[in-house]
């Protein structure tokens, strides 16, 4: 909605100001359906040129991902603490062999599906059953499960981040294709010399069309979507950091409540929820 909201607001205050100073907005509707497939078409081109495969589809789907809501908000991060809380206090009270079913099929226990939201999550639930794994194993320990971690997360910032880097490279093509486009057209211009003074203006009006929408296409579009994608990134990195950070704390001998303290440190502030209000929780579930 707020993507929308602004594409609408950044285009509604460049044309109208433009028609409100007199400019014909007739010749930039002429001019933009070939400029646009030229532009456009030319760096989506490129785009496909430049990008594996697997890029490609993660990209697609992020941009879906930026015109929907963050699922990250205080209540989600309240039951994921909720749920390492008592999985952590069943390991405490019944030995860490106790929470080998659950690890194994997550999708029947019962303490992954008392908290939905998040214990159906492919990402967390996997991250989380596999360090568990590991720790009910007992052939690691908290340095070496650390390191593990920090070279997973590193892999996911660098593969979710393939999506972001490739629209902003296509936000910094744009304007290159802009001029591309306004060079043909006053190439098409000086093959017309001989042509009314009129008809002469408006296809130089029309070649410089072109690197107007190669500039709004870029600065306007891609890379606010490019910017937004990479905060949507970093949203899911921190919630991972934040079960990384539980489960180490645990690993070095705090409490399960003490344990998930260190956890809530971790998110940001707009979804961190209060002591208080995650004690309640927890009492509550």
């Not at 001019?31 to 497939?37: G, Q, S, T, V, Y």
């Not at 996911?156 to 290159?176: D, Q, V």
């Not at 107007?212 to 990134?233: D, R, T, V």
Request: hydrophobic share 45%; proline share 4%; net charge negative.
């Amino acid at each position: 909605m707020f993507v929308i909201i602004g594409w609408l607001l950044a285009i509604g205050c460049i044309f109208g100001v433009y028609i409100a100073h007199g400019g014909n907005i007739g010749v930039i509707l002429h001019a933009l359906p070939f400029e646009m497939l030229t532009i456009f078409g030319g760096a989506i081109g490129a785009m496909v040129a430049n990008n594996q495969p697997k890029v490609l589809k993660a990209t697609m789907k992020g941009l879906g991902a930026c015109f929907k809501g963050s699922k990250y908000s205080k209540a989600r991060a309240m039951d994921l603490l909720a749920l390492l809380y008592e999985i952590l206090q069943k390991a405490r009270k019944e030995g860490l062999m106790s929470i080998e079913k659950d690890v194994e099929d997550p999708h029947s226990s019962p303490l992954f599906q008392k908290f939905p939201v998040v214990g159906n999550d492919h990402h967390v639930t996997e991250f989380v059953t596999d360090y568990l794994r590991m720790m009910v194993s007992g052939n690691l320990n908290a340095h070496e499960i650390e390191s593990l971690m920090d070279t997973e997360l590193e892999t996911h910032h660098h593969e979710a981040h393939g999506a972001a880097a490739a629209i902003a490279r296509l936000a910094g093509a744009l304007p290159a294709f802009g001029i591309v486009a306004a060079v043909l057209g006053v190439v098409n211009t000086m093959g017309s010399v001989g042509q009314p003074p009129a008809v002469l203006g408006g296809m130089i009006g029309s070649a410089l069309v072109g690197t107007f929408l190669g500039i709004l296409l870029a600065y306007g579009f891609a890379e606010p979507l490019a910017g937004l994608l990479e905060q949507k990134i970093d949203e899911d990195g921190k919630e991972l950091q934040c079960i990384k950070t539980t489960l180490l704390a645990s690993m070095q001998g705090y409490a399960p409540q003490v344990a998930i303290e260190f956890g809530r440190k971790v998110l940001y502030s707009t979804e961190r929820p209060t002591f208080a209000e995650l004690e309640a929780h927890v009492k509550k579930k």
